[in-house]
């Protein structure tokens, strides 16, 4: 063992004490049964919807318990950092409120950033190589590969443990010769010694009692001496940090159930009190012949961004998300789902599917509950920062889109479902306003296509309806324009007597409607016609009728 001059010797002078970071950051006074969550994002790429997930699950739980929740950005690795990543924390936070009672901006228990914590695991580091719990290593990575590839020759377990270990009980003067010619090294965690064929066992607060292998390695807690700033590893610092910010209740991937051992290794170690673990079972994908994790190489869905940049409204996310946490809130209405609280001990261990039509399902059911204006604002906001244009139209045509919202939504028994995001906007409602719409360039315009009316027919059709048109209110009164309309032109009152003898016909009553409704909207399908009609105005529904009135070019 070191003696603790030459351990002192490595740190800063001024390294305050164990004692001084307890004092800092003392037990938080919180009601009994209080959980205190944390969310560790790392900036290295973008966030996954796995963990607003997790992160939805730490919100509630801290909420209901009158704990904390609180976010810390895990950046320790920092040669793997992402330009933007931390911006898309806030944007993906900010969008679907999940905003935490603590972390870089705000909160007592800072810095929420690892980076900024370096003093704080020093001392941690320290106080564990004068214990004789740690130990320096100048092992090179040609050792490192040399071991391993013996380790495989051998068949054995690979690592860097027991005998393997080749600085673990080095001598003291062979540590102090490299230290004075400058080595590098870093500082390993010294594994108990009667870790080797032991289980460890331990309670998950979602999947009950578990076992796993004891760990065996003396795992590199803090990394080379050449580096700076001298960073910890994530197994070192979340144990240090989750300690002083007194996080009590960790809610992360199963992928971690196999480093909990080591966990409790370092927990113990340092004197903490352990932490409760919950492991979530990872958001998963359909394919062929089963299923995987939804992957973020693989998937636009994994991303948060594909999210926020389609404009699913927030809420119709949330409650998807948490209906996958507990099925029972899947059965609930929005508005309770959204307040009801999580039960981990109601979290599946099989990794729940992720369904965009389900999803798309339950975002048209949300937005159908709705007012227009409600809908006009969503809209506007996700549009200002992802369609700049639309904006536009909306600030000038503000009373236009609340008449379109309007049409099949407000006092009906079953609004329209026409909007699944608020992306679908434009092709949904885009024919209302002229900034946004083509009117028909002719009777032979491709979109007249489908009814199969000759040109010269659907001009003299739309010609005569615009020149008697009266813009009247009553639905009824003003279909009966078209109907009377449609007979002079050579249309069947109805679709079973063109169908005896379609020869005899330019079409249907149906033909002769949808030539109006093409010439209103571009499309064969919209909402109800007189409806649109009256959204639009007198004078827009002319000017788009006479569009159609154009005799096509044949």
Same mark, same amino acid.
């Given at each position: 063992?070191?003696?603790?001059?030459?351990?002192?010797?490595?740190?800063?002078?001024?390294?305050?004490?164990?004692?001084?970071?307890?004092?800092?950051?003392?037990?938080?006074?919180?009601?009994?049964?209080?959980?205190?969550?944390?969310?560790?994002?790392?900036?290295?790429?973008?966030?996954?919807?796995?963990?607003?997930?997790?992160?939805?699950?730490?919100?509630?739980?801290?909420?209901?318990?009158?704990?904390?929740?609180?976010?810390?950005?895990?950046?320790?690795?920092?040669?793997?950092?992402?330009?933007?990543?931390?911006?898309?924390?806030?944007?993906?936070?900010?969008?679907?409120?999940?905003?935490?009672?603590?972390?870089?901006?705000?909160?007592?228990?800072?810095?929420?950033?690892?980076?900024?914590?370096?003093?704080?695991?020093?001392?941690?580091?320290?106080?564990?190589?004068?214990?004789?719990?740690?130990?320096?290593?100048?092992?090179?990575?040609?050792?490192?590969?040399?071991?391993?590839?013996?380790?495989?020759?051998?068949?054995?377990?690979?690592?860097?443990?027991?005998?393997?270990?080749?600085?673990?009980?080095?001598?003291?003067?062979?540590?102090?010769?490299?230290l004075a010619e400058g080595a590098p090294y870093v500082v390993r965690f010294r594994?108990?010694?009667?870790?080797?064929?032991?289980?460890?066992?331990?309670?998950?607060?979602?999947?009950?009692?578990?076992?796993?292998?004891?760990?065996?390695?003396?795992?590199?807690?803090?990394?080379?001496?050449?580096?700076?700033?001298?960073?910890?590893?994530?197994?070192?610092?979340?144990?240090?940090?989750?300690?002083?910010?007194?996080?009590?209740?960790?809610?992360?991937?199963?992928?971690?159930?196999?480093?909990?051992?080591?966990?409790?290794?370092?927990?113990?170690?340092?004197?903490?009190?352990?932490?409760?673990?919950?492991?979530?079972?990872?958001?998963?994908?359909?394919?062929?012949?089963?299923?995987?994790? %939804?992957? $973020?190489?693989? +998937?636009?869905? #994994?991303?948060?961004?594909?999210?926020?940049?389609?404009?699913?409204?927030? @809420? &119709? !996310?949330?409650?998807?998300?948490?209906?996958?946490?507990?099925?029972?809130?899947?059965?609930?209405?929005?508005?309770?789902?959204?307040?009801?609280?999580?039960?981990?001990?109601?979290?599946?261990?099989?990794?729940?599917?992720?369904? %965009?039509? $389900?999803?798309? +399902?339950?975002? #048209?059911?949300?937005?159908?509950?709705?007012?227009?204006?409600?809908?006009? @604002? &969503? !809209?506007?906001?996700?549009?200002?920062?992802?369609?700049?244009?639309?904006?536009?139209?909306?600030?000038?045509?503000?009373?236009?889109?609340?008449?379109?919202?309007?049409?099949?939504?407000?006092?009906?028994?079953?609004p329209r479902k026409d909007l699944r995001k608020w992306s679908d906007f434009r092709a949904a409602?885009?024919?209302?306003?002229?900034?946004?719409?083509?009117?028909?360039?002719?009777?032979?315009?491709?979109?007249?296509?489908?009814?199969?009316?000759?040109?010269?027919?659907?001009?003299?059709?739309?010609?005569?309806?615009?020149?008697?048109?009266?813009?009247?209110?009553?639905?009824?009164?003003?279909?009966?324009?078209?109907?009377?309309?449609?007979?002079?032109?050579?249309?069947?009152?109805?679709?079973?007597?063109?169908?005896?003898?379609?020869?005899?016909?330019?079409?249907?009553?149906?033909?002769?409607?949808?030539?109006?409704?093409?010439?209103?909207?571009?499309?064969?399908?919209?909402?109800?016609?007189?409806?649109?009609?009256?959204?639009?105005?007198?004078?827009?529904?002319?000017?788009?009728?006479?569009?159609?009135?154009?005799?096509?070019?044949?």
């Amino acid at each position: 063992m070191l003696d603790r001059a030459v351990i002192d010797a490595l740190f800063p002078a001024d390294l305050p004490e164990p004692e001084h970071w307890e004092q800092q950051y003392p037990p938080r006074e919180l009601p009994e049964g209080a959980q205190v969550t944390r969310f560790g994002p790392s900036p290295t790429g973008f966030v996954h919807i796995g963990g607003i997930y997790v992160a939805t699950i730490d919100r509630d739980i801290a909420t209901h318990s009158g704990g904390a929740y609180l976010v810390r950005v895990e950046d320790t690795d920092q040669s793997r950092e992402v330009e933007g990543a931390l911006d898309q924390f806030a944007r993906a936070f900010d969008y679907f409120h999940i905003t935490p009672d603590e972390d870089d901006t705000h909160g007592t228990y800072g810095p929420y950033r690892q980076s900024a914590r370096e003093r704080i695991y020093l001392t941690y580091v320290r106080h564990l190589l004068r214990q004789g719990k740690a130990y320096l290593c100048f092992a090179t990575k040609d050792e490192l590969a040399d071991i391993t590839a013996r380790q495989q020759a051998a068949k054995l377990p690979t690592g860097y443990y027991g005998t393997w270990a080749i600085w673990r009980d080095a001598d003291p003067a062979d540590v102090a010769a490299k230290l004075a010619e400058g080595a590098p090294y870093v500082v390993r965690f010294r594994a108990p010694d009667n870790a080797t064929g032991q289980r460890a066992r331990f309670t998950d607060a979602i999947r009950g009692e578990l076992e796993h292998e004891a760990n065996r390695n003396d795992t590199v807690i803090l990394k080379s001496s050449d580096q700076s700033p001298r960073l910890p590893t994530y197994h070192f610092a979340h144990a240090v940090d989750d300690h002083l910010m007194r996080v009590n209740l960790v809610i992360r991937g199963d992928e971690w159930i196999s480093s909990v051992p080591l966990h409790q290794q370092l927990f113990d170690a340092l004197g903490f009190e352990p932490v409760t673990y919950a492991h979530i079972a990872p958001l998963m994908k359909q394919i062929p012949g089963g299923k995987r994790k %939804l992957s $973020k190489r693989k +998937d636009p869905e #994994a991303g948060v961004d594909f999210y926020i940049q389609a404009g699913y409204p927030a @809420d &119709a !996310v949330l409650y998807y998300l948490r209906g996958l946490a507990n099925g029972r809130l899947a059965e609930m209405p929005l508005d309770a789902a959204l307040t009801t609280p999580i039960r981990l001990d109601q979290c599946g261990v099989a990794g729940p599917l992720v369904d %965009l039509v $389900k999803l798309e +399902d339950i975002s #048209a059911d949300h937005i159908g509950t709705l007012t227009s204006r409600q809908v006009f @604002d &969503a !809209v506007r906001t996700w549009a200002t920062d992802h369609d700049p244009e639309l904006v536009a139209v909306l600030d000038t045509e503000t009373d236009l889109a609340l008449r379109a919202l309007a049409v099949e939504r407000e006092g009906v028994d079953n609004p329209r479902k026409d909007l699944r995001k608020w992306s679908d906007f434009r092709a949904a409602y885009g024919f209302f306003f002229s900034q946004l719409f083509a009117p028909l360039s002719d009777a032979s315009d491709e979109r007249l296509a489908p009814l199969g009316v000759a040109p010269d027919i659907a001009a003299s059709f739309a010609r005569d309806f615009a020149d008697g048109y009266e813009h009247l209110t009553d639905p009824q009164e003003w279909f009966n324009q078209i109907r009377e309309l449609a007979a002079k032109h050579g249309f069947a009152p109805n679709a079973k007597e063109y169908k005896k003898n379609p020869d005899a016909y330019s079409g249907s009553i149906r033909e002769a409607s949808q030539l109006v409704r093409v010439a209103l909207t571009g499309s064969t399908r919209s909402p109800d016609l007189h409806a649109i009609a009256q959204a639009l105005g007198a004078e827009e529904v002319l000017r788009r009728l006479r569009a159609l009135a154009v005799p096509g070019e044949n």
